[in-house]
C-alpha cells in the first residue's frame, strides 16, 4: 500500500482568533512520492457516495 490516511487535530481553522480544539484535516500521504494531499469534505463525500454503489 503506497498511500495512508493521516488526520491532524486541532486542524487550524479559527473563530474570533481562538483555534478550534474540534476541528481536524484530513490528508492522504503518498509514501512512494512523499506527498501530502488534503482532501476535502466533497471529495470524502463524493468517494463514500462511489462505494455505496458497490
Same mark, same amino acid.
Given at each position: 500500500m503506497e498511500e495512508k490516511i493521516v488526520i491532524t487535530k486541532p486542524g487550524g481553522k479559527f473563530s474570533f482568533g481562538v483555534i478550534k480544539r474540534d476541528d481536524f484535516m484530513?490528508?492522504?500521504? &503518498?509514501? $512512494? @512520492? @512523499?506527498? *501530502?494531499? *488534503?482532501?476535502?469534505? $466533497? &471529495?470524502?463525500? +463524493? +468517494? *463514500? @457516495?462511489? $462505494?455505496?454503489? *458497490?
Amino acid at each position: 500500500m503506497e498511500e495512508k490516511i493521516v488526520i491532524t487535530k486541532p486542524g487550524g481553522k479559527f473563530s474570533f482568533g481562538v483555534i478550534k480544539r474540534d476541528d481536524f484535516m484530513v490528508w492522504v500521504y &503518498n509514501k $512512494k @512520492e @512523499e506527498t *501530502l494531499w *488534503l482532501i476535502s469534505h $466533497k &471529495n470524502i463525500f +463524493d +468517494d *463514500l @457516495e462511489e $462505494k455505496a454503489k *458497490l
